[in-house]
């Protein structure tokens, strides 16, 4: 009978109902930033009645307890999530068979450069300003031989053919980006990210994808590799950051930004989310409340600049 890690198992027998998702890394505790995005990514779904799933991103740094906290935060707010919660550490599997598969094809190719020689290095000719330069791309055997004869380790990447793709987001309409030859596998044998999550994606049913406008860069590289594996493309929708006082990206070190944080000062649940539904445009108190009052087409085009000195009075607590 074949289990998760068997290769005859890694596609669903029939696909999975339409989903949206909040794919967090348990690097640490969420911030308002991430609570009013992953709040975003449930609205959009719970309101054209597609499923929401929560995965969590863990190839990387896990700080231990995070991801225990992060679930916590997520439905203290009221964003619920249909069962299970994937990790994709439980799911190399999958994506050693998607690179697998490129390969057969011929799309794959080993890279023996460091970070520091690919940042010295001049962009290739072949693609975008930034993309890898091309330095293994045509390596020999015995070259690449020789490489590995220096105990050099190598990621593979892909071998791409096209150097833009495009997109169509729901809030930032068609977007032409960059396509190059994308990491698949790390040196250290981890899949990469940008794999992992269109290989996640379609396995999970998730046909719309709602995160970080500072992810839309990267959204051709996806759905362009989507499209060479044979699976579908998301609808995106990718909604303004929360920023500090600065004009930066929040973070942590940016204050009481954390849910923990809040509690801590007197504020509840219940205003963290007038808060956020407030920079939406949006009253309510509850993920509930909002629901059938949400429109994406009212949603603000700019980031929400927070002071979270100022963020609401803890008097107005609901």
């Known amino acids: 009978m074949p289990t998760d890690r068997d290769p005859s198992n890694h596609r669903p027998a029939a696909p999975a109902p339409p989903a949206g998702r909040y794919a967090p890394s348990p690097s640490g505790d969420l911030h308002l930033g991430n609570l009013r995005t992953a709040l975003l990514a449930w609205l959009f779904a719970r309101s054209t009645g597609r499923r929401f799933v929560l995965r969590i991103d863990d190839l990387d740094r896990v700080r231990p307890g995070a991801e225990q906290r992060q679930l916590a935060d997520l ?39 460091t970070r520091r020689e690919i940042q010295k290095a001049a962009t290739a000719p072949h693609g975008p300003m930034g993309a890898y330069p091309g330095t293994c791309r045509d390596l020999s055997d015995t070259e690449r031989a ?18 833009e793709f495009e997109v169509v987001d729901e809030l930032h309409g068609r977007y032409r980006g960059p396509v190059d030859d994308v990491v698949l596998r790390r040196g250290d044998g981890i899949p990469a990210y940008n794999l992992a999550v269109v290989v996640d994606d379609a396995e999970q049913g998730v046909d719309q994808v709602v995160r970080g406008d500072d992810l839309l860069p990267s959204t051709p590289r996806q759905a362009y590799l989507a499209t060479l594996l044979g699976l579908p493309i998301p609808r995106y929708a990718h909604v303004p950051l929360v920023l500090n006082s600065s004009g930066q990206r929040l973070a942590k070190r940016d204050g009481a930004v954390t849910l923990a944080d809040r509690l801590a000062l007197g504020d509840s649940p219940g205003h963290i989310v007038t808060a956020l539904a407030a920079s939406l445009g949006m009253t309510g108190t509850s993920a509930a409340q909002l629901l059938p009052v949400f429109n994406p087409a009212h949603l603000p085009n700019k980031p929400w600049i927070l002071d979270p000195d100022g963020l609401l009075p803890v008097a107005d607590n609901p």
């Open 75 to 113: 439905a203290a707010i009221g964003v619920g999530w249909d069962p299970p919660v994937v990790r994709q550490s439980d799911r190399i599997d999958h994506y050693n068979a998607a690179i697998d598969q490129l390969t057969a094809a011929g799309l794959t190719y080993e890279c023996f450069c």
């Open 146 to 163: 020789a490489r590995r004869a220096e105990g050099r380790p190598a990621a593979l990447r892909l071998r791409a053919a096209d150097t």
